[in-house]
């Protein structure tokens, strides 16, 4: 009688457990960081940088280890002498949420022609800083295919950024592009 209860006990544990476990997903995403300070006005943007291969909790769509990522922009930017700064990304699936959310920011640092905000917007261009894919914690991953797949689109990525073949998703300038033109996402695998 009390094995059996040890049992039925040792299942619910086991099934309670089940659902609390998140998912997560290699997918591209879009990024991009901001980061202010409380002792000067300067704001930095940096571009909306495509990572192939983050992380996304399925439970929630979060971005896994967003704190890090934070941490890569702040320490870039401690890096050039700019210490004690704030720093924050925004990450969105798909193009246009990105967009919507990049354009909200800057409007909102930029101020109207009515209300004049005293801030001072600076750009980091992509050949200045990028950002790093980062991994999660392997127990978060519960199944082993999907580490070996991202793995290999990392790979994949890094081989065609040094042979020069991966496609460049800044806006080209010139006759065939214009310099409007937002950056198209990797097809998903």
């Not at 040792?10 to 409380?38: D, E, H, N, W």
């Not at 210490?83 to 930029?110: G, H, M, P, Y």
């Not at 001072?120 to 082993?144: G, N, T, W």
Request: glycine share 4%; net charge positive; proline share 5%.
């Amino acid at each position: 009688m009390k094995s059996k209860l040890a049992a039925l006990v040792t299942i619910l544990l086991i099934l309670q457990a089940l659902p609390a476990m998140s998912k997560v997903r290699c997918t591209p995403v879009y990024i991009f960081g901001v980061s202010a300070s409380f002792n000067d006005s300067i704001v930095y943007f940096t571009d909306i940088q495509i990572l192939d291969s983050a992380w996304i909790d399925e439970k929630g769509d979060l971005l896994v280890n967003r704190p890090e990522y934070s941490a890569q922009l702040r320490d870039y930017l401690v890096g050039r002498g700019e210490n004690n700064r704030t720093c924050f990304v925004s990450f969105a699936l798909k193009e246009k949420d990105i967009q919507k959310k990049f354009q909200k920011l800057q409007k909102q640092f930029n101020g109207s022609k009515k209300s004049r905000k005293a801030f001072d917007v600076r750009e980091i261009d992509d050949d200045e800083f990028q950002f790093d894919a980062v991994k999660p914690d392997p127990s978060l991953m519960a199944d082993a295919t999907i580490v070996e797949k991202a793995s290999r689109r990392v790979e994949k990525s890094k081989q065609k950024k040094q042979q020069g073949t991966l496609k460049d998703n800044r806006p080209q300038q010139g006759a065939s592009g214009s310099a409007d033109a937002p950056p198209s996402m990797p097809p998903r695998h």
